[in-house]
């Protein structure tokens, strides 16, 4: 027997993987987690044929199952046919105390957002035809949100959201519209009405709320850019009211989003 005590971590995760996927009789669930392990850090993208051998399955096994995760959303398929890890496994790791790739790298631009505005500030990505928030630094102004680290809402009500929508791809917009629930008073319902402050969205650079999520509550947004232009999250701010501080919210708004922007790698 060998004494896996005395491996190294990565021994004893070639062990692990091994053994749970080659021997006679492995459960399924120890097939899946075999296919799961085989992702790390130096091997972030898979092909399928590489799926099967760092697993140590069968290329059918294989084939069935990352069919049944990709249709579950533990894994997903780039257009070049390499598999990475999906956005449902990520969420389930948002509940285990470690950051992702964006996360971390805005960490410190969110800080000093917070820390100049003592405002609540978010970080979101579009998810389907929500705002998956990535993090969230509470304000110590009394505001009611109803975010939190992981959680999903509406595109039409968010700053946020908003920013995220008026970037989205046309069909994405168009499922948005066809059906915008109201959440407050002041949730904007109107399909064009929407569609106009999204074309403000893409002309200004910026979008805004006023109590359209949670009475009480007003938001700032800005997206948040790749280097090469495309928008891949939104940065936001929620305050009691904008009034006269809009301008000075957003100017740090768009300074912080820079910073994320600049450190995301190509």
Not at 191 to 209: I, K, S, Y
């Amino acid at each position: 027997m060998v004494p896996v005590r005395h491996c190294s971590s990565a021994e004893w995760k070639e062990l692990r993987v091994a053994g749970n996927s080659a021997r006679p009789g492995a459960s399924v669930t120890s097939r899946v987690l075999a296919l799961l392990g085989a992702f790390d850090t130096g091997h972030r993208a898979l092909s399928l044929s590489e799926l099967a051998r760092r697993a140590g399955l069968p290329l059918t096994t294989t084939h069935r199952l990352v069919g049944e995760l990709v249709e579950g959303g533990f894994l997903a398929r780039r257009p070049g046919g390499d598999f990475v890890v999906g956005r449902r496994l990520w969420d389930l790791g948002l509940l285990a105390p470690v950051q992702s790739g964006l996360r971390q790298l805005a960490s410190p631009f969110l800080h000093d957002l917070y820390g100049a505005t003592l405002a609540t500030v978010h970080l979101a990505v579009r998810d389907g035809i929500s705002a998956l928030y990535v993090d969230r630094l509470a304000g110590t102004t009394s505001v009611p949100v109803v975010s939190q680290v992981g959680s999903r809402l509406p595109l039409h009500a968010t700053g946020v959201g908003k920013v995220l929508l008026a970037h989205a791809p046309d069909d994405v917009r168009a499922a948005v519209l066809a059906d915008l629930p109201r959440i407050t008073a002041y949730t904007v319902t109107q399909p064009g009405r929407l569609q106009e402050q999204l074309r403000r969205v893409r002309r200004d650079g910026w979008a805004q709320t006023t109590e359209e999520m949670s009475l009480g509550a007003c938001s700032v947004a800005v997206p948040v850019r790749s280097r090469s232009g495309g928008v891949v999250a939104a940065l936001g701010i929620v305050v009691p009211t904008l009034g006269r501080e809009r301008a000075r919210l957003l100017a740090a708004l768009q300074v912080a989003a820079g910073g994320i922007g600049r450190s995301i790698p190509d």
